[in-house]
């Protein structure tokens, strides 16, 4: 086989950059995504990566390395400049953004989803508290656009009728803002005291209660249920990859649920690696055995495209 080069290599080493990314910053992420098939695998890994290249810049990393905040800001807007053009142009000297304008350029991935994230990790740099509307349009920023983008990756090439990609796509918005409400609620003390950030509207983390808590967790359960119900929809291959996600992020709901409000206040609640494997090795059995019984019993819902 000749040596790669060209853009080529420089295809490849964006792809590999980003899958870098996602197994420095993400656990339960890096898990999930081994059950995907190779291709769509290696688009989701472009996707997480410049989300978190994004958050990066906002949350820390640049503030870190010294950078003023009105810089940050022209960073983040430059980052964003950068992956539109990528998107139309198929090319960035940002090896990250050139991986996910790859995978944006094939699977139809546009800036209908790109510019409300932005706009949302913009909304970090200068609001502390939210209502209930600046809430909705931050979660569906900052999440729910994302699990669109990954239901591009998965449906690629693939057509649906207009009812099943409906459920599809709520399934994904869903499933999105079940994981950012989860982790807002993990992270409520850090995001208060090193941040100064109070996401959820009403919420006063100081004197955040047992009731604040459940209600919270009530809203990411109806997210879950929904999310959840979606799944049998989805292409077989990515089924057991997207169980797998919302059952870690279900584990560390469960764990916030029995965790005294009073300690969330202070306390980064996690699921312990030991039990992320757990769940994964769970995961990818109930997968194989499902697998094997369609294979049976071939199922008349859409595949991959050759």
Same mark, same amino acid.
């Given at each position: ?163 099943? !990609? ?43 209660? !047992? ?96």
């Amino acid at each position: 086989m000749p040596h790669e080069t060209g853009l080529p290599l420089y295809n490849r080493a964006a792809a590999e950059t980003a899958a870098v990314m996602i197994k420095a910053y993400s656990t339960s992420f890096g898990l999930a995504s081994r059950l995907l098939p190779p291709q769509t695998r290696r688009q989701i890994e472009t996707v997480y990566a410049l989300v978190r290249l994004a958050d990066e810049i906002v949350d820390g990393v640049a503030s870190a390395a010294g950078i003023p905040p009105a810089e940050i800001r022209r960073m983040l807007d430059d980052l964003e400049a950068e992956t539109a053009n990528a998107i139309r142009t198929g090319y960035s000297v940002n090896l990250v953004v050139h991986a996910f304008a790859l995978t944006a350029r094939r699977t139809g991935i546009g800036t209908d989803l790109t510019a409300p994230f932005f706009a949302s990790m913009r909304a970090d740099l200068t609001r502390a508290e939210h209502t209930q509307a600046s809430f909705d349009d931050y979660v569906y920023g900052s999440a729910e656009v994302v699990g669109l983008m990954c239901l591009q990756c998965f449906l690629e090439g693939i057509e649906l009728p207009d009812d099943q !990609e409906k459920r599809l796509r709520e399934g994904a918005q869903r499933l999105g803002a079940a994981f950012q409400k989860v982790n807002f609620l993990r992270d409520l003390a850090e995001d208060f005291e090193a941040l100064g950030r109070s996401y959820f509207p009403g919420v006063t983390v100081d004197a955040f209660t !047992e009731k604040d808590k459940h209600r919270l967790l009530d809203d990411i359960e109806a997210d879950l249920r929904v999310s959840g119900a979606a799944i049998a929809e989805l292409p077989r291959a990515c089924r057991a990859a997207v169980a797998l996600a919302q059952e870690l992020f279900a584990e560390l709901a469960r764990r916030l649920r029995r965790t005294p409000a009073s300690l969330l206040r202070t306390t980064r609640i996690r699921v312990p690696n030991p039990v992320k494997l757990r769940i994964a090795a769970d995961a990818v059995v109930t997968h194989r055995l499902r697998r094997a019984a369609s294979a049976r019993t071939p199922a008349p819902d859409a595949e991959r495209a050759p």
